[in-house]
Structure formats: C-alpha cells, structure tokens
C-alpha cells in the first residue's frame, strides 16, 4: 500500500518531455494555447535543447541544452530568506493533493543528486517574485546555474520555416552561477 511521502527525499519528482513540463501542451480539445497557463501545478524535471532565457528588457541567453527543473513557489508571502516551494502531491488514499511545503535548497539537495549529470546547464524553471538570490549547491558540481528574478512565463514559438519551434522562458531578469 502507498503512503505519503516521510521526507523530502521521498516527494516524487519525475521527469516529463519539455511540452507537458512547461505547461505547453495543447488543450483538450489539441488547439494550441496562446496565453502561458498561469494555473498549472505540476512539475518535474525534463532536459530540454535550444532553450532561449529572455528577461524584461529584451536581452536573450540561449542555452543549447539545459536540464530543466520546474518547480512552484508558495503564493503566500514566506518569512523564510531563501525560495519556498509549493508542491501538491498525489494523495496515496485517493483523496485531495497533499501539499508539501519546503525550502528550495533543502529540495534540490535531496533531489540534484539523483538526477541526470548533464547537461552543463541547470535552469529553474521557477518564479521568484521576491528576486531572492539562489546560492550554488555542492550537488551542482561543475554544472552552470540558471535563475529567474520575478515571475517565470514559459512560451513555444512556432517558426514558419523549417526550423521548427524553440522554447522560451521569460522573466524579469536572468542570473547564472
């Protein structure tokens, strides 16, 4: 029998193709969205290519390949000094999500190192209305660090010519560590 998760350890955190882990996928009805889905609670984990990091003023950062975290932060104001995550999880009973609530350091030391090594390059996908820094984890390694100041938008840009699509995420302003 299931149980609920004892630990952060034990919260799932799976991995998802990068439409279904930037709330990208087509709606019921396979119409495309055309506004980001600001009610998407989901998350995960998922490596995506040709990312393009875009902050308010314009300026772009392409990542070519990057291991995306997508998390939510807690919509309540938190008096901890560092990002706190909001994650529902599937109640093992069948009944309501439970919602685990933990700090961001404390989640990505229980879950960095069980996640692919590579790319070089690790983006949160993650709001960060308050603009807190994010500290470099041991867990990282070598790897660089991307983070968001403000809200995170995720978008899909249809190319009409053969170049297919690129994902973006846009916020306030980039940083990288």
Known sequence: MARAPQSLAEV??????????????????GRRRDEPDDDFAGYGYGIVHDLVLESADGSQRVVPSALVLALHCTDEP??????ELELDVVDPEGG?????LAPLGAF?????????????????ALCNPRALDVPRLA???QRRLHFAHGDVL???????????MEFRLQAETWHQR
């Open 12 to 29: 799932p955190f799976l991995r998802h193709d990068a439409m279904a882990l930037l709330a990208l996928c087509p709606d019921a009805e």
């Open 78 to 83: 938190s008096t901890l000094e560092e990002i």
């Open 96 to 100: 309501e999500a439970l919602t685990v």
């Open 108 to 124: 990505l030391r229980a879950h960095l190192p069980r996640l692919p090594d590579q790319p070089d390059d690790v983006v949160l």
């Open 139 to 141: 867990a990282l390694g």
């Open 154 to 164: 995720s978008w899909l840009v249809l190319h009409d010519d053969d170049d297919g």
